[in-house]
């Protein structure tokens, strides 16, 4: 680090007015209101309420803290303070609120589980640059937190699109056809609507070893998707976390790509198609439609029916669901031509979210990298304006 003095966290601090101002518990937070409900979540606004007589519009802007989350979040508009762990920081002067909030950001502080992290942060160092370098530094910092914060809404945006899309595909189609009414809701005149296990096969994943953080079977050339893979894919499994070695293929079993791929353990219902050759454990069932149904269409009809499959999922320890659960699922078969115009359409929306969740994985990259740098002044603001 460059000639900058450091100070604890704690030692940036000052009092504030409204510390006496109740909370307003989870239970009270309301869908709509007047003013915001701002907790330790991940979320910005938790909540709603109507309630004034709790709201803080003064000593702003302020920092708070996630005692049991370690979420920072800036905060420069009047908001309400909800439920427990909510930790209110206001820097002093000569220390920029937002640069204090980034450099809190930067704090290494490792997580305690549900337990309260509130007196780890006050002990932690933070740089104190001139307060021309600190304004510098966090609109620096503040540009990209907004660029990240456009492809969220970008994404938001486009998801909510393909929801949409597929409801009105699935239950209308293309042609412009009379509905008719069948056990799933309402669908084209053409349409048929079969069982799944009458027009695919399945067949579950296999991983014979426990437990599995055994390195034996680790590390070799074949892809090893596990659920937390297909949960992730968005629909298409083009990435995977695990390998297995010549061992760990001989005790597990391998899929084809083209494959879709079906979460039944824990996370319910979730899909994606196989882009690759992959082994895959006993959490994941294979399905592979006959000539009657494409794969593509097939699983984007299935990502409608992830709501579903989880709330009639049978409650236990654990919710799982198996290949008798799967077998009498209904699903709908349009012609072919119908079936290959409606993977066009959402294959376009499907891009578009993979783009905005690339571009929104490069500037969280950048973020992080910036962060560390100009905190420790490895960078300087100055070169990056040049």
């Given amino acids: 680090m460059i000639d900058w003095s450091t100070e604890t ?5 000052e009092s504030l007015s409204f510390r006496k101002i109740p909370k307003v518990l989870a239970r009270d937070y309301k869908p709509s209101g007047s003013y915001p409900i701002i907790d330790q979540g991940q979320n910005l606004i938790a909540g709603w ?28 508009f009047p908001f309400v303070r909800g439920a427990d762990g909510t930790q209110l ?20 502080l490792p997580s305690r589980g549900y337990n309260r ?23 620096i910092l503040r540009r990209i937190d907004d660029a990240i914060s456009l492809q969220d809404e970008q994404l938001q945006v486009a998801t909510d699109l393909k929801r949409s899309t597929m409801h009105t595909l699935f239950t209308r189609g293309l042609r412009g056809e009379a509905q008719k009414e069948t056990e799933i809701g309402l669908i ?52 995977f976390v695990q390998t297995l070695n010549e061992d760990g293929v001989a005790i597990s079993r391998v899929f084809p790509a083209g494959t879709i791929l079906i979460t039944i353990a824990a996370n319910i219902g979730f899909t994606g198609v196989l882009q690759f050759d992959s082994a895959c454990p006993d959490s994941l069932i294979a399905i592979t439609p006959n000539h009657s149904l494409n794969a593509e269409f097939l699983e984007y009809f299935l990502q409608t029916q992830q709501k579903k499959m989880d709330e009639l999922a049978p409650k236990g320890t654990q919710k799982n669901i198996n290949i008798q659960f799967l077998t009498p699922w209904p699903v709908v078969i349009p012609p072919k031509d119908e079936q290959r115009e409606i993977i066009t ?5 499907n891009n578009k979210i993979d783009l905005h969740r690339k571009k929104r994985a490069v500037l969280d990259d950048l973020f992080k990298a910036l962060l560390h740098k100009l905190m420790t002044g490895e960078i300087r ?6």
């Fill in 89 to 108: 920081l206001k820097p002093k002067a000569g220390i920029e609120p937002l640069f204090f909030y980034y450099a809190c950001r930067a704090i290494n």
């Fill in 188 to 239: 084209p005149e053409s349409w048929k609507v079969s069982t799944l296990g009458e027009v695919a096969q399945l067949k579950r994943g296999r991983f014979m070893h426990r437990p599995r953080n055994e390195p034996r079977f680790y590390g070799g050339a074949m892809p090893f998707v596990q659920t937390g893979d297909v949960v992730r894919s968005g629909g298409r499994i083009r990435e």
């Fill in 49 to 76: 309420t109507d309630d004034d007589s709790v709201l803080i519009s003064i000593d702003l802007p302020i920092v708070i803290f996630g005692d049991h989350t370690r979420v920072f979040k800036y905060i420069d």
């Fill in 9 to 13: 966290v704690e030692s940036c601090l």
């Fill in 345 to 349: 359409i959402l294959n376009v929306i």
């Fill in 381 to 386: 603001v100055g070169s990056l304006d040049s």
């Fill in 117 to 139: 992290h509130f007196k780890a942060l006050k002990e932690k160092n933070i740089p104190i640059p001139p307060i021309g370098e600190q304004r510098n530094i966090a609109r």
